[in-house]
């Protein structure tokens, strides 16, 4: 059941669509085009050394595949109220789906970032700082790290918005301003002279996880065992969360939805 609704929201996503799932490629080229130009560019926003293309498609990927999940997950009553209606079968399917298809195409957007990674490692060797460390190994926990996040943040704000549908435009407003809040579009290096200002962005859950990816896949960054011990125990609290207003309004969410 679990693989068939993957597929199902894999192909509604992209249906009467004419690219279709070339819109994965699309989006985070655009997205790394403006990124490059404005920030990069014109606002002389540095990158640590990085290539910009790279920094910024890595950012870009790891944020949408984040925030997709949230917004995916946040909609589960809602969207399939339809489908829960008519036969039981675990409603938690639903929130792993939304992980498990976003997961997809941030698949498909890091074959992205690995073409031009070669690219930079073999055509222009020695003029970046691009090499590969052990912290390579734990970008798989990091991503489950990032995916269990979005996934009890997402829940709870499904398990409300069954009542209260003015959340669903709120959570939109979170995920919009959140980004600027999380080192996508600079590096957190930036803010090593404000003490103040870099210890409120690290308060930001998803920053040790951006930060460590970074680090892991392009040797630049924060890589912190501590910061990475306090996104765990957020993700797990907002999971306990999660879980449990999602237990609670499944039982009887049809009477509001």
Not at 112 to 135: C, K, N, S, T
Not at 239 to 250: I, S
Request: net charge neutral.
């Amino acid at each position: 059941m679990f693989l068939l609704f993957v597929e199902r929201a894999f192909r509604v996503a992209y249906k009467q669509t004419v690219l279709g799932p070339l819109w994965f490629l699309i989006t985070p080229i655009l997205s790394v085009i403006v990124y490059v130009t404005v920030f990069n560019g014109i606002a002389n926003i540095g990158t640590d050394g990085v290539p910009p293309i790279l920094f910024y498609l890595l950012g870009i990927s790891v944020w949408g595949y984040f925030s997709s999940c949230v917004s995916a997950t946040s909609n589960s009553f809602v969207s399939n109220a339809d489908i829960f209606g008519k036969v039981y079968f675990p409603r938690i399917i639903m929130p792993l789906v939304a992980v498990t298809t976003n997961l997809l195409s941030f698949g498909i957007q890091l074959l992205i970032f690995a073409a031009f990674y070669i690219y930079y490692a073999v055509a222009e060797p020695g003029v970046y700082d691009i090499g590969i460390h052990w912290q390579i190994l734990t970008f798989p926990f990091l991503i489950a790290l990032l995916a269990f996040m979005a996934v009890g943040f997402g829940m709870i704000f499904s398990s409300l918005t069954t009542k209260y549908r003015d959340l669903q435009i709120m959570l939109a407003k979170i995920i919009s301003l959140w980004v600027y809040i999380t080192p996508v579009i600079y590096p957190l290096s930036m803010l090593e002279n404000k003490p103040t200002l870099e210890l409120m962005m690290k308060l930001n859950p998803v920053t040790p996880v951006v930060e460590a990816v970074r680090f892991s896949l392009l040797g630049q960054g924060q890589f912190d065992w501590l910061w990475l011990g306090y996104s765990l125990l957020c993700t797990l609290i907002l999971l306990f969360f999660g879980l449990l207003l999602f237990n609670k309004v499944q039982k009887s969410f049809m009477d509001t939805v």
